[in-house]
């Protein structure tokens, strides 16, 4: 048992036998504490079950936690590499009960681990009590620990709270002696910041509740939250005293000197442990789903990345380092933390992207910081503004100018550097004049200022917990809103998508802790950074600073990812079978459909179409994984991806990749910030059911995927059988029945058209009344149920019946009238047909009309004025001639 691995597992094995339940490590993005910037401890992902708010199937658990301490409250990053201990990313063993056993269980367990297990020997330990806890005292002393190796400890380094309210209890923690050689004193003493005496082990007894300020009352059912640093336990182990001296931290250091050709254990020994710890937080958030940003959770990672990037550069290395390491990691955990493997390409760009830019910015950031230090000395303090100047125009991060500084002695002077970053934010705050409804986004961006971008969780998650940092009612800011109310939310972090890039905003509710409830309508996206929940308040009070549980609707949200993915493979195979002249347009995606504009000149064949539809159900159903990589947007294009049409990228994009062809190449590959399926097989089905013009060139293709296309497909059936069972025929008949059936109908129209020029012009009581008007000849008739785009063959076969004249019929038709007008040409210098159907069209309820000489037509809505046009006609003939 003497790799880290094994260490781990014996842990979980250990407590497996002891009846408890062997639970994943949860994210390093916590989804239940808003409040944590990453996951920092084995209890974060049961805080929920400690408090009684979340039920789960098991009383007991034993977790290998990963957990990062870079950012917020707990940071160590400025520590590592420096001392024996420090980390940003570590592994965190726990056990934990949930009501279930208590002290007498607890404290015998981990003693019988230590001891037998893991075989440390007795002599080499001591323990910690909180000094009234006398119960963990005599539990202690009753399994064998010596009273004097049992320490009392009146000080909050002994009582665990979970905040100023909640669970809360005493401590008692196990501290192994590394021996004489090492200077220090156990836990109490004088000497007791000396690292003799290590601390390994945690247990919490959660045992009250902290009601208020000074209020504490019993808990009905105490738990254990207990918490052990596997590279702290693993160098007890291995008889190492720094935990860089672990098999697992070794293999990456020595996998950093082999690559740069820098020994190990030299002059940048610092700097191999500074990449070994860095790596590991970076690869684990990655694989995570954060991408390096200069916001949040991304901005930390960033600066992890830099600060290890830093050093391959103090160590002389040109080409970036870090992502070739991953593979040294993938091996080194891989196994226990399946993800980075899944994630190792992603992971592997990311890194070498980042390098790659930053290079840059290192080069220029040094050799102006070595400009700005000319003839500085040990102790001096570089100007705040300086240092703002650095980061504000140049990308220079604060903490890597402080670093670059630490070995010449001189700090930075912080107070001036914030009171900078404060001056600028100000001129932002007067210079910005806003866009759009100006009053609404003014509010918005100075809300912005306040409170910094969204952190959205959305790509791993539909549930997660945040805190309310703004509500905007009417346009304004407020501090709270009654039920009823409609309001735009802000809160620190986000599974809700916001409308962007053709995707619908996500809906669904809030949940706040004071029990006010906000059914979520949309979500838009303000100022390209903030995710604003619109909705109403429908039970309590919303207020700012409320904790809050966000819960996307899951059913809408899946058919939109569903339709979202299904986008990318239809512009794949129309560009496939059209051409690459194919490129989107636009995009709709809803949950019940979506629409997809590609410029093309012509209308897809029913073959096209049905090509189309087979290629894209060919990469569904291979259910083929859906992975996401970061690059710049050009790097992005040259390596053949599709950048979406109206989306904004910024230096880095999310690319997404799904389908697989023939030769093993990606089928899709397209610039998406949107939220997709996991694989193609998600997608379930897809069916196109419209396609049209919508501009010239530009074509639309409407589309169904999953239970959405399956209904369709059941109509379609459903409608099919009606038809054949009317027709008396079977279903595949059907097609070949009704285009009889239409040849049919399309055959009787036609002889019903040529009866009625028949009746129109064969004269007696059928035909029109041909009379002398003036001299000129003049056939009129009014002709009930013709349509009006059979007059004009009726006037043309008339005019040639009666030589030199004019012809004017009317027809009432549908709730319409249509008069036309004919006049031969020899007439036409006198008789304009133009102004004869001007003259009539009024009569008839309608307006204008027009045509030519020879021949004009209008049309109205009052059939009592079809004679009365006619009669009009023949009196304006009577006063020409």
């Known amino acids: 048992m003497s790799s880290a691995s094994d260490i781990r597992q014996a842990f979980l094995d250990y407590f497996a036998r002891n009846g408890h339940s062997v639970v994943e490590s949860s994210p390093l993005v916590p989804r239940n504490d808003p409040t944590l910037m990453f996951t920092n401890a084995g209890m974060v992902q049961f805080k929920n079950v400690f408090t009684g708010q979340e039920k789960r199937p098991y009383t007991r658990a034993a977790t290998s936690q990963k957990c990062v301490r870079a950012g917020g409250k707990h940071n160590d990053l400025d520590n590592v590499g420096y001392t024996a201990r420090h980390h940003t990313f570590f592994e965190m063993l726990g056990n934990f009960s949930f009501g279930d056993y208590f002290k007498d269980d607890a404290i015998p367990l981990a003693w019988n681990l230590i001891t037998k297990e893991y075989g440390l020997p007795k002599d080499k330990l001591w323990v910690t009590v909180y000094h009234d806890d006398d119960q963990a005292f005599d539990i202690w002393k009753k399994i064998g620990v010596a009273e004097d190796r049992i320490v009392r400890i009146a000080t909050s380094d002994n009582f665990w709270a979970m905040g100023d309210t909640g669970p809360c209890g005493p401590c008692s923690e196990i501290f192994y002696d590394h021996g004489d050689k090492i200077w220090g004193g156990p836990p109490g003493s004088p000497e007791a910041d000396g690292d003799r005496y290590i601390e390994i082990w945690n247990l919490v007894f959660m045992q009250f509740e902290q009601v208020s300020k000074d209020e504490r009352i019993a808990l009905p059912k105490p738990s254990i939250d207990t918490g052990m640093g596997l590279e702290r336990i693993t160098a007890v182990m291995q008889g190492r005293h720094d935990n860089y001296d672990i098999d697992l931290m070794r293999s990456l250091i020595e996998a950093s000197a082999d690559i740069a050709h820098v020994a190990a254990d030299g002059d940048h020994k610092v700097s191999h442990r500074v990449i070994a710890d860095h790596l590991r937080s970076s690869c684990f958030l990655i694989a995570d789903g954060v991408l390096p940003s200069n916001e949040g959770r991304g901005y930390v990672l960033r600066r992890i990345m830099r600060r290890a990037m830093r050093h391959a550069q103090l160590m002389g290395c040109r080409e970036p380092l870090m992502y070739r390491l991953v593979p040294a990691l993938v091996s080194a955990m891989g196994r226990a933390y399946p993800e980075l493997g899944r994630a190792e390409s992603l992971i592997a760009e990311t890194l070498k992207l980042e390098e790659t830019r930053f290079k840059q910015t290192l080069d220029r950031g040094l050799k102006l910081l070595d400009e700005a230090t000319a003839g500085m000395s040990k102790g001096d303090m570089l100007p705040g503004e300086t240092a703002f100047r650095l980061y504000d125009t140049y990308g220079f991060p604060l903490d890597l100018t402080q670093d670059a500084l630490r070995p010449r002695g001189i700090s930075v002077n912080l107070d001036g550097f914030q009171a900078a970053m404060a001056a600028q934010k100000a001129e932002a705050r007067k210079a910005w004049a806003g866009s759009g409804e100006a009053a609404t986004e003014k509010v918005w961006f100075e809300i912005k200022e306040e409170t910094g971008a969204t952190e959205f969780l959305g790509y791993d998650t539909e549930v997660a917990e945040g805190v309310v940092s703004a509500i905007v009612v009417g346009g304004q800011p407020v501090a709270q809103a009654a039920a009823g109310s409609e309001v735009a939310i802000l809160l620190n972090q986000t599974p809700f998508y916001a409308e962007s890039g053709g995707q619908v905003g996500d809906t669904g509710l809030i949940v706040t802790a004071g029990g006010a409830k906000v059914q979520v309508a949309d979500t838009q996206k303000k100022l390209g950074l903030l995710h604003v929940h619109v909705g109403t308040v429908t039970e309590g009070t919303l207020k700012t600073g409320d904790m809050a549980t966000l819960t996307v609707d899951h059913a809408r949200r899946s058919a939109i990812r569903a339709n979202h993915s299904a986008t990318h493979l239809l512009h794949a195979a129309l560009r496939r079978r059209l051409g690459d ?68 990228y910024g230096d880095e994009v999310r690319v997404l990749a799904m389908g697989k062809q023939d030769d093993g190449r990606d089928y899709s590959v397209e610039l998406c910030g949107g939220t997709h399926v996991k694989r193609t097989g998600d997608i379930g089905l897809f069916k196109i059911v419209g396609e049209g013009a919508v501009a010239a060139g530009v074509r639309r293709i409407e589309a169904l995927t999953g239970e959405a296309a399956r209904s369709y497909f059941a109509e379609q059936e459903s409608t099919l059988q009606a038809a054949a069972d009317a027709l008396k025929v079977q279903p595949r008949e059907v097609p070949q029945r009704l285009a009889a059936l239409l040849e049919d109908r399309r055959k009787l129209e036609r002889e019903i058209s040529e009866l009625r020029k028949q009746l129109a012009t064969g004269g007696g009581a059928g035909g029109p009344q041909v009379k002398d008007v003036n001299g000129i000849k003049f056939a009129a008739r009014r002709l009930d149920g013709v349509p009006a785009k059979d007059l004009r063959g009726m006037v043309d076969a008339l005019k040639k019946e009666i030589g030199s004249g004019v012809v004017a019929l009317t027809s009432v038709a549908d709730g319409k009238v249509a008069v036309v007008v004919g006049v031969s040409a020899d007439l036409t210098a006198k008789l304009n047909a133009a102004d004869l159907v001007k003259l009539a069209t009024p009569l008839i309820g309608g307006q204008g009309g027009g045509g030519r000489p020879d021949f004009a037509q209008g049309g109205g809505a009052d059939p009592a004025g079809a004679e009365k046009a006619l009669d009009a006609i023949a009196d304006s003939i009577g006063k020409a001639a």
């Open 581 to 648: 002249h194919v490129t989107q347009k636009g995009s709709l995606v809803s949950p019940d459909r979506f629409r997809f504009d590609i410029s093309h000149p012509k209308a897809l064949t029913p073959a096209e179409a049905a090509a189309v539809e087979a290629e894209v159900n060919d990469i569904v159903r291979q259910n083929d994984a859906v992975t996401t990589r970061l690059m710049t947007p050009d790097e992005a294009i040259a390596a053949g991806a599709m950048a979406l049409f109206g989306e904004k």
